[in-house]
């Protein structure tokens, strides 16, 4: 590579930089040594067989995995050059910046309204009020995730009465509402239809300009549409990372030319 | 014939015979309450209080039962539920495994403990303190009661409860109360109509836990201190009695707690569909 971590973190001004993230369930690890650098404004895609460590990967970025039971990590993870793993971080302002969109769409039990209210209503956020707070907030969070023509009619109904693929976009508009810097999807496409699947993918591509986006996704086609970087994850550790335009067309491993190929999936 | 289908139309008539019997068996039940106590039954029964004769009420109604039975339910199930939904996210949003472990155990042990047990306990600590029967001693004996039912109640239903919701929450800055009071409860509110609802039908029938704790009494109580009549101790004294008059009251006070019962279920039903409108599934 040539360059040290330090030269290539002040190259790339990183948003998120990890250093050094080992995981271990119980007494398996389930990744290695990991070091990344995702940069700002941009789509990361982490790809990789089933299994090697891509959502576990995802979920400790926003410290959602520390969650689950048995779960040990060690770490550095600096956003924005600050280290979310030291204990004076609040972990609800981490979550919040750096907002999960799961698999499947996982709407809050509520009215399509108050599911978009409820992230700016816990973080009591200074736009709600404003005149028109709630409604305002709602309003443009459903607009740009075309959501709104479809829902105007029925804000106060369930959000589980929507299709599979209107509710993935929901949850995307309430991420939107807590103004967070990224959004960490995990396979964010794989539940849906190929239609709202498409969508989904459109939208989260134009959304690369304002957000940083870290894109976990199983299908290597996928992964060329969308991303701008690329990370390959093998058995808990980070093979390659790179542009994907080289890392796609001149892969440097030979592990990855194999994945590449399709030896392996 | 196929063995196979021989064995199935075999048990399909195994099972549906068993069914009869359960529901033949309820029918029964309600049918004698209802032939024995139906006689008695009138207007004046659930509109006057009892009058010419201590504890068996040989005239009037037993008004003064029927309100004591709700005031004394309403108290008891207000109290459980406001220690056990905290209790029940406690133990699965926050405790660890071990606590959660001794706890279920606990009050597993505690929900198979006779309702005497509960009487004979609080009727100890009366005279420990020196208190008097009352309507105050009946709500704290039944809501311990129910305590059991109501915390493993709302624990088995909040367990079922997806992570992905929680990983919603959190997602976007909750925090861990937040996400078991906003979400967590939300999602079961018809798990949680359920059990209070089993929890009233099992504190509002019962005789024994408050046999030693409430007293008795013909007047509707106007104070927490005083000694107040629940339905089942009137179904128990009027039955006690040797005077088939008083009897057959016994048997008509039972059929008006049926009635009691049979109204909050169906309350709960009516409110359960309400809830379950957001529920995600």
Redesign the interface.
């Known amino acids: 590579m040539g360059l040290t971590t330090q030269e290539m973190i002040t190259a790339l001004s990183p948003h998120i930089c990890v250093q050094d993230l080992n995981v271990f369930y119980g007494d398996t690890q389930v990744l290695r040594n990991v070091n990344l650098l995702i940069p700002r404004r941009q789509i990361t895609a982490i790809i990789g067989p089933s299994g090697c460590g891509k959502s576990t990967l995802l979920r400790s970025l926003?410290r959602?995995l520390e969650?689950t039971?048995g779960v040990k990590l060690s770490c550095k993870i600096l956003v924005d050059e600050i280290d979310i793993m030291d204990p004076s971080v609040d972990v609800?302002?981490i979550?919040?910046k750096l907002?999960?969109i799961?698999q499947?769409p996982?709407?809050?039990?509520?009215?399509i309204r108050d599911n978009v209210a409820?992230?700016p209503r816990?973080?009591g956020m200074q736009i709600l009020r404003e005149p028109n707070g709630v409604d305002g907030v709602v309003e443009r969070c459903l607009r740009s995730t075309g959501l709104w023509d479809e829902v105007r009619d029925r804000l106060n109904g369930?959000?589980?009465r929507l299709s599979i693929g209107q509710q993935q976009r929901l949850?995307l508009a309430?991420?939107l509402?807590?103004d967070p810097e990224g959004l960490l999807c995990d396979e964010p496409t794989s539940a849906l239809d190929p239609i709202s699947a498409d969508r989904v993918e459109k939208l989260l591509k134009s959304l690369s300009t304002d957000y940083t986006i870290v894109w976990v996704t199983h299908t290597l086609r996928q992964a060329r549409r969308i991303a701008d970087n690329v990370v390959f994850l093998f058995m808990g550790h980070v093979v390659e990372q790179g542009p994907a335009e080289s890392f796609f067309n001149s892969p440097k491993e030979a592990t990855t030319k194999a994945y590449l190929e399709g030896a392996f999936s | 014939m196929n063995g196979r289908i021989l064995e199935e139309q075999l048990f399909n008539a195994l099972m549906l015979s068993a069914t009869f019997v359960v529901v033949g068996s309820l029918l029964v039940v309600v049918g004698v309450i209802i032939i024995k106590g139906a006689p008695a039954l009138s207007l004046t029964m659930i509109t006057e209080t009892s009058s010419g004769g201590y504890l068996l009420g040989g005239a009037g109604g037993i008004l003064n039962a029927i309100i004591g039975s709700l005031y004394l339910i309403a108290g008891s199930i207000g109290i459980a539920s406001l220690i056990g939904l905290p209790v029940a996210i406690y133990l699965n949003e926050y405790a660890g495994t071990k606590l959660t472990h001794f706890a279920r155990l606990s009050l597993d042990v505690l929900y198979g403990i006779p309702s005497i047990v509960y009487g004979a306990f609080a009727f100890t600590l009366m005279i420990v303190l020196g208190a008097r029967e009352s309507l105050l001693w009946g709500i704290i004996t039944v809501a311990m009661l129910v305590l059991p039912i109501v915390i493993r109640g709302i624990d088995e239903v909040i367990q079922t409860v997806p992570s992905k919701l929680r990983d919603a929450s959190f997602s976007l800055g909750a925090t861990q109360l937040e996400t078991g009071f906003k979400v967590v409860t939300r999602q079961v509110i018809p798990g949680i109509v359920t059990t209070v609802l089993l929890a009233l039908g099992r504190g509002i029938g019962d005789a024994a836990s408050v046999l030693l704790t409430v007293g008795y009494s013909d007047i509707i109580p106007t104070s927490l201190n005083n000694p107040v009549a629940t339905l089942p101790l009137a179904i128990f004294f009027q039955l006690g009695s040797p005077y088939p008059h008083a009897q057959q009251r016994a048997y008509a006070s039972a059929i008006i707690l049926l009635g009691l019962v049979v109204m909050f279920s169906v309350a709960a039903r009516f409110s359960t569909a309400r809830f379950s409108k957001f529920v995600i599934r």
């Open positions: 926003n959602l969650l039971a609800t302002a979550r919040k907002s999960l799961a499947s996982n709407p809050l039990p509520m009215s409820y992230g816990i973080n369930p959000a589980s949850c309430r991420a509402a807590v």
